[in-house]
Nanobody, 121 residues
Framework: QVQLVESGGGLVQAGGSLRLACAASGSIFSITTMGWYRQAPGKQREFVATIADGGTTDYADSMKGRFTISRDNAKNTTYLQMNSLKPEDTAVYLC???????????????WGQGTQVTVSS
């Protein structure tokens, strides 16, 4: 199994910044894509950003220019730098990874428990 643990969430004023981290551990053979979604109360889970093992990134339109995703493959960790935060960015941020636990197993998507980000106006 693969476990994901997020950190770095908290309370910040509008216009501020936060850096989230998500570390994968456990029985990992390989990880391809890592990324982030978010879920605000009463809303559907929303795509935030993703990064491939080669470094290719993709972002939701509303995050482009404000959020930056990166990863450290040696540490199986992905980061989300969030700048110019807005109250509407308030949500639980969940990271995921697509990983294999053995060479012959299929790729499975694993999720973390999430970290709360609250942006005050």
């Amino acid at each position: 199994q693969v476990q994901l643990v997020e950190s770095g969430g908290g309370l910040v004023q509008a216009g501020g910044s936060l850096r989230l981290a998500c570390a994968a551990s456990g029985s990992i053979f390989s990880i391809t894509t890592m990324g982030w979604y978010r879920q605000a109360p009463g809303k559907q889970r929303e795509f935030v950003a993703t990064i491939a093992d080669g470094g290719t990134t993709d972002y939701a339109d509303s995050m482009k220019g404000r959020f930056t995703i990166s990863r450290d493959n040696a540490k199986n960790t992905t980061y989300l730098q969030m700048n110019s935060l807005k109250p509407e960015d308030t949500a639980v941020y969940l990271c995921y990874c697509n990983a294999k636990t053995r060479p012959w197993t299929i790729m499975v998507k694993y999720w973390g428990q999430g970290t709360q980000v609250t942006v005050s106006s």
